[in-house]
Structure formats: structure tokens, C-alpha cells
């Protein structure tokens, strides 16, 4: 009768040590992901990739080194509406000889309300040129523009 409770008892805490591993494995593939690897700079996502973190990260001036000139003029002041970007996914990307379309997907965070923190996610697209070899930012969704300048980052 001894060794029938103590059965149970031993496959019980096996499981459970199972769980608790797989508990650490998931864990630990989560905190060592990292940032994500950085796409050719060369490449239309790679420029969008870039110019939106230095958006997000308040680096108008990096920001502004990936815009064509027209896009540059186009800057009206400071953003001051919707919370800025938390986050930005690449969706698609379509280049062509001359230009280029890179489709993303924006996630915007903000921590007020009386329901505690919200979040909003949609898709909107930037517009590349190749500017002398160099592809260019002509156009950026509204929430991404550059003279923006309030980083999301602390």
C-alpha cells in the first residue's frame, strides 16, 4: 500500500519538473531575442527600418539623412496628436527601378485612460526614390515624420 501513494507522488513531480524546464526554455528564448537583425541598408526596408528607429528614437537628424529633399520641406512642426509609435513591422515591401513602396504595420501605445494602457495598430505605407543610387524616403505615414522629433524610447 506504501509504494501505491508514493507512485503518484514521484510522476507528479516529474511533471511538474518537466513544466518548470520548459517554463525556463520559453523564458530564456524570450529575453535573449534581442533587437531584431538590421535589414540591408541598401534595400528599401532597410532605410525605412532605420529612419523609423531614429524617428522613434527623437535622432531628427539621422531621420532627416534618409528623406529626399522634397520630403524634407514638407516637415510642418512638431507632432502633437496621437501617442508616438511603440512599434513598427515590416508588412511588404515593392521595389521597382526608380522607386519603391514599403507597406508597415504601426503600433501606437499610450498609458492614460481610465482603463489603463491602450494600444492601437494600422497599416499605412512610405514612399522611396533612388536618389543617385541611394534610396530615399519621399513620403512617410503621419505618425513617422521626421520633425517630429519626441522619442518613444526613455
Known amino acids: 500500500m506504501g509504494d501505491t501513494a508514493r507512485k503518484p507522488d514521484r510522476i507528479l513531480i516529474v511533471l511538474l519538473g518537466a513544466i518548470a524546464v520548459l517554463?525556463?526554455?520559453?523564458?530564456?528564448?524570450?529575453?535573449?531575442?534581442?533587437?531584431?537583425?538590421?535589414?540591408?541598408?541598401n534595400?528599401?526596408?532597410?532605410?525605412?527600418?532605420r529612419y523609423s528607429a531614429a524617428v522613434m528614437d527623437g535622432d531628427?537628424?539621422?531621420?532627416d539623412s534618409y528623406l529626399t529633399e522634397r520630403a524634407k520641406t514638407q516637415c510642418t512642426g512638431k507632432f502633437g496628436?496621437?501617442?508616438?509609435?511603440?512599434?513598427?513591422?515590416?508588412?511588404?515591401?515593392?521595389e521597382r527601378a526608380e522607386s519603391a513602396t514599403v507597406t508597415?504595420?504601426?503600433?501606437?501605445?499610450?498609458?492614460?485612460g481610465p482603463f489603463g494602457p491602450s494600444e492601437f495598430e494600422s497599416e499605412d505605407s512610405f514612399s522611396l526614390l533612388k536618389v543617385d543610387g541611394t534610396w530615399k524616403v519621399e513620403s512617410a505615414p503621419f505618425t513617422l515624420?521626421?520633425?517630429?522629433?519626441t522619442p518613444t524610447r526613455p
Do not use: H, K, N, Y
Open 60 to 63: 531628427t537628424a539621422a531621420a
Open 81 to 94: 496628436g496621437m501617442p508616438r509609435p511603440a512599434r513598427v513591422v515590416l508588412v511588404s515591401t515593392t
Open 104 to 112: 508597415v504595420s504601426i503600433v501606437q501605445s499610450d498609458d492614460g
Open 23 to 41: 517554463v525556463a526554455v520559453a523564458l530564456a528564448v524570450v529575453f535573449m531575442r534581442g533587437e531584431p537583425e538590421p535589414l540591408d541598408e
Open 43 to 49: 534595400s528599401a526596408a532597410g532605410v525605412v527600418q
Open 145 to 149: 515624420i521626421s520633425c517630429t522629433g
